[in-house]
């Protein structure tokens, strides 16, 4: 049902391993879980101890390089200046691996917002809809 096993990416992050690119691990089987979306995902291996600003890189810039599009996945003047505004959330939470194994962080990532096209759009809490 996914990629990430904890196990595994333990072991390689110990050993200096780390991953060029990072997706969301999202497919048909595992969209209801474990994988989830992206901020999931990437959750995941700020728990396995990956630092944050490597997380963004591996996301943005080098998965822009890796698919020959260099001009996504970065701020600059006159770029597309697309951004998703993220902040590290503080409690108690359960991840699971694609092999079912459950680990518990203290921290997670959640969207704030996005900037598409220049224009700023808040995310909305679940529950305040109109």
Do not use: W
Not at 39 to 59: C, E, N, Q, W
Request: aromatic letters at 6%; charged letters at 20%.
């Amino acid at each position: 049902m996914g990629c990430l096993s904890f196990d595994t990416a333990s072991a390689m992050i110990e050993q200096g391993f780390f991953l060029d690119v990072i997706s969301s691990d999202v497919h048909a089987l595992c969209i209801d879980g474990p994988a989830y979306n992206l901020l999931t995902t990437l959750s995941k291996f700020l728990f396995l101890g990956i630092p944050l600003p490597d997380l963004v890189a591996r996301t943005t810039v080098k998965a822009a390089q890796a698919v020959r599009r260099p001009e996504l996945g970065v701020l600059k003047v006159g770029g597309i200046g697309d951004a998703t505004i993220l902040a590290i959330e503080e409690g108690r939470f359960t991840f699971v691996d694609s092999v079912g194994k459950e680990m518990t962080g203290k921290q997670r990532l959640v969207c704030k917002g996005c900037v598409l096209g220049g224009s700023f759009m808040p995310v909305t809490p679940k529950g305040s809809e109109r």
